[in-house]
């Protein structure tokens, strides 16, 4: 079914994820050996660092942060929510608005410990690792909102879900390339996307380079458009961005565990014009 998704266009990327298990992407992505903050060459710090500049470098402010696909995940957002006092997390599917609600309502049987992520970014910030309570209670306080998001619709969120004048900064993970069957796709969701920044606002942008397919669940094998570095400089000026920065991450042999076939990780800052 999923191997149609090609044929069958975005409609059958909806079915794909039908599939999708929280609990088995999180095992599969965030925890050791990709997962791993001992190791230096691991992607856990090049990309939580790759965020924390991008937040903190000064020219990226404002009141509201909107995330885009969160999936199960909150890596995405512990730098920017000591930026912004408002975050929006947003998922296709109920089950990650479930999990993300779970931790946010602090009710434990989470998918994962993000423990170790909050004592990071915490580090990164100078801060005593111990702080990550605090940092924790933050990123509760500023969480507003969990809404149903599809990048394919050329209003991607509900009316009236942001204010008019649209987000401030938006970030989006390992979901545009995911959901899209091609690359006409991927480029036509990130200019959705782009239609939710006000003007100038800014877009933090990671996704997976060379990846043809991952699994998001056990025997849930969903098909990736492959992208490369020049395709997505390419999308990124034709939807209107100006790109500010582009760095790369080659995932070591030894991270290619089987649940996907990425060969690398791109981090992307730009700006509406
Ligand atoms: C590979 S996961 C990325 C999750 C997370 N952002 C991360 O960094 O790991 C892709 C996410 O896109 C979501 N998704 C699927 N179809 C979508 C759509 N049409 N629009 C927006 N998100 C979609 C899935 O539910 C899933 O959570
Ligand atoms: O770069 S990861 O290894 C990673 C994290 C998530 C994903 C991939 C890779 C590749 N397949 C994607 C499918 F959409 C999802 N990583 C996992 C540890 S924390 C930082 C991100």
């Known amino acids: ?33 990709r ?45 920017g929510c000591e930026v912004f006092n408002r975050v929006i997390l947003t998922d296709f599917l109920e089950v990650n608005r479930q999990e993300l609600r779970r931790w946010l309502r602090d009710e434990g049987d989470c998918g994962l410990d993000w423990t170790p992520y909050l004592q990071h970014v915490c580090k990164l910030e100078g801060r005593q690792p111990s702080e990550w309570t605090e940092k924790a209670a933050r990123l509760r306080a500023v969480v ?15 009316p009236g879900a942001l204010p008019s004048v649209g987000a401030d900064c938006l970030v989006s993970c ?26 100038s606002g800014h877009l933090l942008l990671i996704g997976a380079l060379g990846e043809s397919y991952y699994f998001g669940g ?29 760095e790369v991450y080659t995932l070591p042999q030894d991270m290619r565990v089987g649940v996907d076939d990425v060969s690398g990780v791109f981090f992307v800052k730009a700006k509406k014009e």
């Open 174 to 199: 390992f979901c545009l390339e995911s959901v899209s069957p091609d690359l006409a796709a991927f480029t036509r969701a990130l200019g959705h996307i782009q239609g939710l920044l006000r003007p």
């Open 35 to 79: 997962a791993d903050f001992e190791r230096q060459d691991s992607i856990v710090p090049w990309k939580l660092g790759c965020l924390h500049r991008a937040f903190t470098e000064g020219d990226v402010s404002g009141e509201l942060l909107v995330d885009i696909g969160s999936g199960p995940t909150l890596y995405q957002v512990l730098s």
């Open 1 to 33: 079914m999923c191997e149609k998704a090609k044929e069958d266009g975005v409609a059958a990327m909806a079915a794909c994820y039908q599939g999708f298990d929280p609990a088995a992407y999180l095992q599969y992505n965030y925890t050791p050996p």
């Open 144 to 158: 507003s909102d969990i809404l149903p998001v599809d990048v394919h619709r050329p209003q991607p969120l509900a």
């Open 218 to 246: 056990p025997g849930v094998k969903i098909p990736v458009v492959p992208l490369n570095e020049a395709e997505v400089c390419a999308s990124l000026k034709e939807t209107g961005f100006t790109l500010i920065r582009l």
